[in-house]
């Protein structure tokens, strides 16, 4: 079932895409897969008044996801539309006067949006905020934040994990780790090194997961909804999401020029045949 939701996204995402005439497919493809798996865990805990308002941005749980890697938040709109059978926020992007556009635009009265991000680094140490505050609070809740590799070569993320560390606060770090840039693959550009020692090094426990792999994905979603606010007493979690850019169409996939392109020729109905098969 969860398979067919995530190709139902990625068909809302190139949808999208033909009509404005191009958008971030590739990263977006690549952190999809994840984002299914998390919203509908959240979705079938819930009561249908529940997932309605939840839906909206008015039901807060324990736990605050922030997309740190901004310019690919339409996968958040696509798989928040998918899971919980509504268009309003495909339905309202990048239309004037609208919310919803190439960035997350900072939302008090939705607390899918938290943060005005996209300006890389920006997320995660917005998140730190946040969970620094949970952990002087004492509300119980945690950060999860999700950042992609290429962002990973921005000195705040650095910053932001050895600050979390340090002051163990309740925040899990995911890394889209996609292995591609804009031009070209993120070693050729930045290199990252060895993603897990690097981690460990900074004294994360460090999880490694397919990011298209259902079962493994399912098994990251049950693992992060069993830890409580305190988890990090023990240690602190870095997830790192080993996935492929452009993920479920042939031509996209590992392929660079897909990080923002517009389709030419016959590319979208080839994309289409696809994912509808």
């Not at 090094?201 to 460090?206: C, I, S, T």
């Amino acid at each position: 079932m969860l398979e067919k939701l995530s190709r139902q996204a990625r068909l809302k995402i190139i949808e999208k895409a033909q009509v404005l005439g191009g958008c971030h497919i590739g990263g977006s493809f690549s952190l999809i897969d994840f984002l299914i798996s998390y919203y509908n865990k959240i979705n079938s805990s819930l009561s249908q008044r529940q997932k309605k308002r939840f839906y909206e941005g008015l039901y807060p749980i324990s736990q605050e996801l922030i997309l740190s890697k901004g310019h690919c938040y339409i996968s958040q709109l696509a798989a928040l539309d998918t899971i919980f059978k509504n268009s309003t926020y495909l339905d309202s992007y990048m239309k004037k006067d609208s919310l919803y556009f190439g960035h997350p635009k900072m939302q008090p009265d939705n607390f899918h949006f938290p943060v005005s991000s996209g300006s890389l680094g920006q997320g995660v140490t917005y998140a730190n905020g946040l969970a620094l505050g949970n952990k002087l609070l004492k509300n119980n809740k945690l950060t999860i934040s999700i950042m992609g590799d290429g962002e990973l070569n921005e000195g705040s993320c650095t910053e932001a994990m050895l600050f979390a560390v340090t002051k163990k606060i309740p925040h899990i770090f995911i890394l889209d780790n996609n292995q591609l840039m804009s031009l070209d693959l993120t070693k050729n550009i930045f290199d990252n090194g060895n993603i897990k020692m690097r981690m460990k090094a900074y004294g994360f426990k460090v999880i490694e997961v397919d990011g298209h792999n259902r079962n493994e994905l399912n098994k990251l979603v049950d693992l992060i909804f069993k830890l409580n606010s305190n988890y990090y007493e023990k240690e602190m979690l870095f997830v790192n999401l080993k996935t492929n850019k452009g993920h479920g169409v042939s031509f996209m996939s590992k392929n660079s020029i897909w990080h923002h392109r517009r389709f030419k020729n016959d590319e979208y109905d080839k994309a289409v045949r696809e994912l509808k098969k």
